[in-house]
Every structure is written in structure tokens, then in C-alpha cells.
């Protein structure tokens, strides 16, 4: 795993660094600090990155920039901050996990094992997902998106104006990341179920799920008795 | 409320102004004409008067002469209800009326011998049966021994009897009621003044109101206070400078009140006008008062309608005011006028001073919050998550790591937060206090952040006083804002200086340079704290300069004595 610590206090800084190399053990490719915001995006558009941990206050300066254009990346994110009331603000963006400090090493395991396992966040609040788009950032509310398509690395949105946006992240990243109303219903496919009109059972075993808007998405033969076991 | 107050003194106006019409006359007065020397005859009611004069001039020197009055009664008294005659004559005199003697004021032709006896103003009752309608003659027997240019009959007036002694002591207690306002006001304004000596304009107005008071105290007082006529010229000695001191404080009020221009110069002119019109012509009182009057009203209305142009509050309602009693004026007489003027243009002072006192009250408030506010941002600094809990991980991270030096830590957080409440509920506290308290942080900042950091100080007087927490804000900036040294360092360092009209803070950050960014953003909450700290006790007394260097940053404080 390849992360990156954005943190200005060097003595924490050490500690996340040294609780990590415990934690991850082998699994960790390799670990970077940086302690200011231009460094951090520096690093980001020009190194592999599997997970960032970001202070949302640096040197006087709020990381809430920074934030937006890192969940618009491939990678996840875990805020490591002293601003705790800014944890809904920051899970709206869809980081995966808000380490509040003080922090120990069992809370910084946790953390990590929600990106090792792939578990859900708790408290999944998130309200938008950040895309980058001709430079810049764009937010899309969740509620504007209809469902997510695997397109290799990346993903396509669909939205509900008929658009489709490209997403840096891969579709398990998003899965997790919107599990509260999203399912997988295919290996290609994640749909926000209250879209969901019917399910139609075609010959030769073949399942569709028909959208409210008419559109027709294939569901994956496994997938089809786990959603019938949770919808049906 | 101004409108409420506007039909107040409509309401009082017009209340005013309905008494002042009076109701037809019961008699008219023909013309008066005189005769110098002495027989008893003059005063029958038939003598033949062809050849007499006009008022003489000047009376003969103490002796006696004559005046006749014809007069026309247009309605017969009430049974039972006599008639009364009110004279106003210099002199001291014998009233006859259709030859009867009806009254003596004095000892006419024996002013000379006897001591001064008589009123300048006295009532005489008229005998029922010489009051039918139709021709009476008013004959007096006069002398006038100390005013011989004051001949003739000043005023003149027939009423019953009953209604001539009351009318007048009626019209006073109203008057004395309207004064009495003003005494008491001008008492509470004063105090208000002692308690706070700053407040000229108080004093002003409330002398403004003892003089108006005194002058109404001394107009209505010959109504009940016996006054022989040699003593009138004191009364109206008196009533001048009355009229002279509130002529010159009123528009010296509203010059505080409206500051224009060349104050000063034309105040001065001011009063040079207003102490020529008070000493020319030695007994024509009534022409001082009118002009002086008249210069105060044009004095003052330029006065506000300057203010008025420069939108100074509460212009507009004196203009109003102001406009009013000139209204006033042209509508009724200049006595009635000069009263309702004077209380309607009082009013409007007292608006201004209501105006000042809310002002200053909401100040004062202002600054209460402000001080609060102050006050919490200080506390704040050492519980606010980002030193707070960043120290705290640091701290945690120290005692699993060193222990030692982790208890090193928290003694150094302990010394800070002893420091912060010491100082927390004061506004100025010794230098010595403050630099303890960047010490402290600095130690604190070393072990979170593992940098070398460095304090230097220079000239330093320890009894100088300073607001609390600006140098500590200024260090908290440097150490946020630089980037160290090429040996992890960064250095501060706190220059004293004191000059003869200021004294000079120079408080420097060693370092590589600010962090990109940090440089070109607007004012931060630190420097509005220095700032509203430096106001909250030096006012606009000082400088405060902020800016980069070739070596890091220099933050320049002057406090101007």
C-alpha cells in the first residue's frame, strides 16, 4: 500500500508514521510526510497512491481544499484532525474514515482496517461525490446520481439530467463508499435502489432490473439472491 | 418618537397661542395730555384741557405736573363687582378719576423730603357709581424726581377689579410652573456634569436652563414684589444680562453640537455683536432684548442649518424647532415668543443631549462586549482544538516514547495555562508577564513540532504595560507562517524602545521565509486581536505595522503618549 501523511506537527506526524509500519507491517509499499498543502498536491499528481491521511488544518490554512480535490482521486481518504465538528462536513465528501485526535493505535488500526477489509463507514453521511473535470473541481450531490459503471480503473456516474461524468476511483472504492443506498447488482453495475421500479426475470435465467427512467440494467447471477434476500 | 415630540410641541403651541387672543375691551383710551404745575381743579372732570401738551419730554425737576386722560366705558360693571384701574407710570402720583380721588401712590411734589414710597406697578379700584358707560377722565397728579425722561403713562388698563389682582398672579405661577421645569432640569444636568466632567455641553445647556429660568423668575416677579420706580432700572439691568448670557450660550451650545468651520473666529465676532447691542443705548432695554433675541435665532439657525448640511444627527429636529419659534414670533408678539422660543429651542437641545447620551450609552455597551470579547479570545487560545489537541497527541506521544521529557512537556503547558488565567480578565499587564508567556509556548511548540526555536529580547523595560496576548499572537503567526532555517530553526526577537513621544515594539521573526500563501492573505483574526486589543487601551493612539523582511517578518508596535 502506498500512503501519503499531510501533517504540520512533526512529533504526530512521527506517530502516525510509526503506528503505520506496525500496523501494516509488509502490506506497506511506501510512506511519505509532507507538512504543507502545495507539497501534498504535488505528490499526489506525481506518485501512486492507495490512501491518504490528511490534516484538515495546516499551518493556518484549511485543508478543506485540499480535501476536495483528494476524494476526486483514485485513492481513499482518512482525515486525522483536532476538529471534530468537522467530521460531517468531511464524511459529505466521502472520506472513508475521521480519526479525531488524540488519537491511539487501536483507532488508527480501525482505520485501517476499513480499507484493508473493505468495511463501510459508519457513519456514512456522504453527500457528494467530487469529480475532476477540465482542471477544477465539480461536486455532484449523491441524490442527483442514478448509478455507477465500472469502466476499468475508473467509473462512469449517471445522473439524473441524462449526463454521465467520469470518477477517478474504482468501483469497489465507491461501493464502499456508498454503501447506505447503493448495491451492487452486477460486477460493471452499482444502482441506488430507490431508482429500482422492478426486477424481470427473462428466459434462460436472466435477471434485469428495470430503472424508473425505463433504462434496463443486467443483474449478475450471484448478486440476483443477495438482493432478493435483502429487497425481496 | 421625534413625531410624537413634534405634535407635543404643536399641541403646547397652539395651546399658547389660543390664550393670547383676548377678549373685546370694555373701554378705550383717547389721547393723554399734560399740563407742568399744580391745582387741584385739573382733576375735576369737566376742566377744559384745549391748551395742554403732548408728554413733555423731560418733568421739571422733582415738582409736579399733570396728565388727563379721557376715557370711553363701553359696558357698565356687574352690580357688586367693581371696576379697578392698573397703571404703569414712573413717578410717584395721586389718581383721580372723574375728580375723585381714588388712589395715591407715594407723595407726589415730596420725593425730595420723604423716602421713596410707591410701586411701579399698582391697581386702584374705581368707585361704582363713576362707572356708567360713556366719558370718565383719569386725571394724575404727578412727580417725578429720578427719572425725569420717563414721563407718561407706560400701561393702562380698566378690568374688573377682582380679575386685574388675579389675572397677573395666575399668568406668574404658570410662569413659575414652566421655570420651575427648567431649574430642575438645569440641576439634574449639572450633577450629571460633576459626575462626569468631560460632558461640556451638559454644563452648557444646564446653565442655558438656569438663566432661562432666572430670567422668568425676574420678568414675573413685579406682579408680586413691591418695587418703587427708581429701583426699575435694576430689574431691567438684570433681565438684559440674562438675555446676554443665553443669547451668547445657546449658539455656543449648538456650535459643540454642530462643529462648523472657523468656530472659534466666528464665535468670537459673535459675541462682539451681541456685547455691542448690550452696550449701546443705556436705557433702551427693549431694543437690546429684540436684538439680541433676533441675533441669537439668526446665529443659531445658521449654526443648524450647517449641521443640517453635513448630516449631523438631530439637525433636523432643531431646524424644526428653530423654524417653530420663529413661527411663533410671527404670529403672536415677541414676548410671548421669546418664552415659547426659548423652551421650544430648550427642547431641542435637550433632543441633542438625549441624542448624546444614547450614543455614549451604546459605546459604552460596545466596548463591554468588545472587552468580553477580547477576553475570551485570549482564553480560547489554549483550548482551541488546534493547540489543544495537537498538543495533547504530542504530548501522548512524548510519554509513550520519552516519559521524561513528556513530564518536561506538561510542566511547560502547565507554566502557559498559569500564565493565560493571570492575565485573562486584565487589559494591560507588565512586559515581564508577556514574555513569560511566549517563553512558555515556545518550549511547548519545540516538542511538538522538534524545531529549534530561539527568544531574544532587547531593551526591555519590565514595568512597561502592555494589552495581553499581542506578542504571543505575533509569535503564534511567526512560527504558523515561516518556514525554519536551513538548521531547523527559526528566531524571535522583541526590541524595546522608548522616544520622547512614543514608545516603539519591534518584534522580529528569523526564519527562511513566509510559507507560500501566508503572505498575501487578508488580516487575520490575529491581528484583528492585536489590533482591538491596542484600541480597547490606547484608543487611536497607535501604530501597528506588519510586514515581511529579507530575514522572515517584522511586526512594529508605536504607543504614542
Redesign the interface.
Known sequence: MNILIVED????A??IERMTQEILGDSLQSLNHVD???DALEFIRNNPLDLLLLDL?L???KGFDLLASAVSGSFHTIIIS???DQAIHAFEYGVLDFV?????RDRLEQAFNRVITKGKPEDNQIKVLAIKKRGRIQLIPIEHLIYVKGAGPYTELFITDGTKELHDKSLEKLEQLLAHSFERIHKSYLVKMSEVKEIIVKSGSKYMAELKSGELLPIGRTKYKDLKAKWV | MNCKLLTYVLSVCALLFSSACTSDPIFKKNETVYKIGDQKEWASRDWNDQNWQKRPKLAPDGKVFWSRTKLDLLEAPDSLRPYGIRLEVYGEYEVYWDGLLIGRNGNPGQEAILPPEGEQWATFMIPAHLTEVGEHTLALRISLHHFPDHTGIYELEIDYLDDLLTERLVQTAFMYIFAGAFLIVSFYFLFLFLSNKKEYPMLIFSICCFLVFALVLIVFSKDYVPMHYSLHVIRLQTISSLLLGIAFLIPFYFSMQFPFPWRKSLLIVYAGVLLIIFLIKEHAFDFKAFNMVLSLWVFSFGIVVYGVYTHTRGARLVLVTLLLSMAVYLATSFTISLYVGLGLILLGMLYLLSLNIKAQRLAYENSLVQSTRLRMELLKKNIQ??F???T???????VEEAPKKGVLFIEALAREFDLINQMENQTLIPIAQEIALCRSHLEIMQ?????CYSWEEEGIDPEQKIPPGIFHTLLE?GI??SLPLENNSIRFSLIYKSFDDYKCYTFLTFAAGV????SNKKE?TGIKYIKARLTESYDSNWDFISEPTDQGWRSIIKIYS
Open positions: 506537527e512533526l512529533r504526530i512521527k506517530r504543507a498543502l502545495p488544518n499551518n493556518g490554512e483536532a476538529y471534530k479525531p485526535k488524540p488519537f491511539n | 482544538p488546534h489543544l489537541m495537537n495533547l497527541t504530542s504530548l501522548i506521544d512524548w516538542y511538538r513540532k522538534e524545531m503567526n504558523t507562517h510559507r507560500p500563501g501566508s487575520g
